[in-house]
């Protein structure tokens, strides 16, 4: 939903992609110790759903109605009958709205934006991850506004505190930024060739974007990857071809729930914080 508030149209509607197998998550490890119910959601990938006081999604959706959005979409498939039961029966939110877009098969990140936006229709939206939790701030930084727009996060402050492991930076996109503040390339998940290190790595993006609808139709039109998926940064890279994406800069930490190692840090970080969906 999109208002217009002070001259200037404000983002109210998120979409999360919560569809995700989460085959990270559902491997083994050994050496971490967390609790049956924590090990239940991570052997099935649920990650959103994954405990920590509540379900981590219900953290997610408090820094959202902090961050001004109003109605969230919940990009889930058609087997998600515990996310639909614990937001609509459960424990419904009670500062955002929620509804669901079902996409039918896990075929990547830009059919989960197409699902989204054929439930939201023809207006800007919010893109997030079910599996990090951004400070509101980004997320204003993002609402603030009616362009496309990519937030891009330090890579010193996302290291800092152990917060995110170094090797994981190449697990992640690294953004390529103009002098003008606009988005000039995406390198997706770029391996070993790159240096977590390096200045080329000093941007990442974590998925948290503002989506205009050109950038939306590309989500559409964009091709298989070679990982046999519809991806997002490479739909946004051939967007960028003819539309501007403006990029804000954050130094901000992010947690992420990716690994069954990072449920206890994830756990501690969050201790004494009270979500507020």
Same mark, same amino acid.
């Given at each position: 939903?999109?208002?217009?508030?002070?001259?200037? =149209?404000? +983002? &109210?509607?998120?979409?999360?992609? #919560?569809?995700?197998?989460? @085959?990270?998550?559902?491997? %083994?490890? @050994?050496?971490? %110790?967390? @609790?049956?119910?924590?090990? !239940?959601? !991570?052997?099935?990938?649920?990650?959103?759903? +994954?405990?920590?006081?509540?379900?981590?999604?219900?953290?997610?959706?408090?820094?959202? #109605?902090?961050?001004?959005?109003?109605?969230?979409? $919940?990009?889930?498939?058609?087997?998600?009958? %515990? +996310? &639909?039961?614990?937001?609509?029966?459960?424990?419904?939110?009670?500062?955002?709205?929620?509804?669901?877009? +079902?996409?039918?098969?896990?075929?990547?990140?830009? /059919?989960?934006?197409?699902?989204? !936006?054929? =439930?939201?229709?023809?207006?800007?939206?919010?893109?997030? /991850?079910?599996? /990090?939790?951004?400070?509101?701030?980004?997320?204003?930084? $993002?609402?603030?506004?009616?362009?496309?727009?990519a937030v891009a996060f330090d890579r010193d402050a996302l290291l800092s505190d152990g917060a995110i492991e170094p090797e994981r930076i190449r697990q992640f996109a690294v953004l390529s930024i103009n002098d003008d503040n606009t988005l000039a390339a995406i390198v997706e998940k770029p391996g070993d060739s790159l240096d977590p290190h390096s200045d080329a790595a000093r941007w990442v993006s974590m998925n948290l974007w503002a989506l205009t609808p050109p950038f939306v139709d590309a989500c559409r039109r964009v091709s298989l990857s070679a990982r046999g998926e519809y991806e997002l940064p490479e739909a946004i890279g051939s967007a960028l071809q003819q539309h501007t994406m403006h990029v804000v800069r954050r130094h901000d930490v992010v947690l992420d729930l990716s690994h069954r190692r990072d449920i206890s840090r994830v756990t501690e970080r969050l201790r004494g914080v009270t979500a507020q969906p």
């Open positions: 939903m999109v208002r217009r508030t002070g001259g200037y =149209h404000v +983002i &109210r509607t998120a979409a999360i992609l #919560a569809r995700g197998l989460g @085959s990270r998550m559902r491997q %083994a490890e @050994s050496s971490v %110790a967390i @609790s049956d119910s924590q090990s !239940a959601s !991570a052997d099935v990938g649920m990650k959103g759903m +994954i405990p920590i006081d509540r379900p981590f999604l219900d953290y997610v959706l408090s820094q959202l #109605a902090d961050g001004g959005i109003t109605h969230v979409v $919940l990009v889930i498939g058609p087997e998600h009958t %515990a +996310i &639909r039961e614990y937001f609509t029966q459960t424990a419904p939110p009670t500062r955002v709205s929620i509804s669901f877009a +079902i996409q039918a098969e896990p075929i990547g990140t830009a /059919n989960a934006v197409v699902a989204a !936006a054929d =439930h939201i229709g023809a207006e800007p939206f919010l893109v997030l /991850n079910a599996d /990090n939790l951004y400070p509101a701030g980004a997320i204003r930084e $993002l609402t603030s506004r009616d362009a496309a727009a």
